[in-house]
């Protein structure tokens, strides 16, 4: 039976690239929503760009919400630098023709975490977490009947990549990540630490161009686009590609290793807002939250993503 997922998310590069990856592997993910959120750019961006890759996918069957336009308290901070004004930018995508829902995202969360069994259906988090904690402070009924959060968030070891400490993610909206931590649901975090590991090497990237696939191509082209601005910024021989470590993990956790520990999110200091505050060594005496991947096998990843990836349109 697949698992019946959530998937939150703001599009963006490596957004399409996890989306694709879940779409391509359909005997595993039954994707029962997709919510759009403000983040990587604004969300009428990330609303068009969810169903541009859908619909590039062929799978407009699937239906997408909008969630959260603006973090809980902070002012919204984009990333164009890294992602392009469109946040979608590399590949030229026809606009998307398939419907937004009339329903908000809050609601649908709600909703399907309520109608479903309770513990079958995983919220997959690619982006802030910000739809996914205004449901929880809704309807804190919901946390109970979640069967597993995984999310792309935070960092500890790798320091941050919007700020020295910060993770974007986790910096663009850290109340809500806090609510998201403190809600007691199982959970898994895909940190930087992780994903920086992840990197598209230009072997990589001309596997997924050999597929022959227009899936392949457009990735292959957004990843081209995207790989530019941190590139520069870590001069590393490929770009981190952070978010189909979410897939990844939920398809093949042997690639991965982590530790079941406390983490705490910092809202306080403007030096260190968003920080993940990582106990690592079990020093506090908390009880585990999460469960934090630390490491990861980079080349199993893109071996799983390009065989994945080709097998979509
Ligand atoms: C996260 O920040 C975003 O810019 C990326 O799309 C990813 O979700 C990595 O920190």
């Known amino acids: 039976m697949p698992r019946k997922i959530i998937i939150t998310t703001d599009p963006g590069q490596d957004e399409a690239a996890a989306i694709l990856l879940i779409l391509g592997s359909p005997e595993e993910f039954d994707v029962l929503g997709v919510v759009a959120v403000a983040g990587n750019v604004r969300l009428d961006r990330t609303l068009r760009n969810a169903r541009q890759i859908l619909e590039l996918a062929g799978r407009s069957d699937i239906p997408v919400f909008a969630g959260c336009e ?7 901070v984009t990333a164009e630098h890294v992602h392009g004004p469109e946040g979608l930018d590399g590949p030229a995508l026809p ?5 937004v829902q009339a329903r908000h995202g809050v609601n649908f969360i709600i909703d399907t975490l309520r109608a479903e069994a309770v513990g079958s259906v995983t919220i997959t988090s690619l982006s802030p977490l910000t739809t996914l904690a205004t449901a929880l402070v809704q309807a804190p009924d919901i946390a109970g ?3 597993e959060i995984v999310m792309m968030a935070g960092a500890y070891f790798e320091g ?6 910060a993770e974007f993610n986790v910096f663009v909206d850290p109340q809500a990540a806090d609510v998201v931590l403190r809600c007691g649901a199982k959970m898994t975090i895909l940190p930087l630490d992780v994903t920086h590991q ?3 090497t230009p072997r990589r990237l001309a596997a997924l161009e050999a597929l022959g696939n227009r899936c392949g191509a457009a ?6 686009f995207s790989e530019d601005f941190d590139m520069k910024k870590y001069r590393w021989e490929g770009a981190p590609l ?8 939920m398809l093949r956790p042997g690639l991965f290793q982590g530790r079941d520990v406390h983490v705490a999110i910092e809202t306080g200091s403007e030096l260190t807002m968003g920080m993940s505050v990582v106990d690592w060594w079990r020093i506090t005496g908390e009880p585990a939250n999460v469960h ?3 490491d990861g096998d980079a080349d199993g990843y893109y071996a799983l993503l390009t065989e994945r990836v080709g097998r979509l349109p």
Request: with cysteine.
């Open 219 to 224: 990735l292959a082209a957004m990843l081209r």
């Open 242 to 249: 952070h978010g189909p470590c979410v897939p990844a993990f």
């Open 145 to 147: 009947r979640i069967g």
């Open 95 to 99: 606009l998307p023709t398939m419907p």
């Open 160 to 165: 941050g990549n919007i700020t020295p400490r």
């Open 70 to 76: 603006r973090p809980m308290q902070r002012a919204l």
């Open 292 to 294: 934090y991947v630390r």
């Open 198 to 200: 992840m990197r598209s």
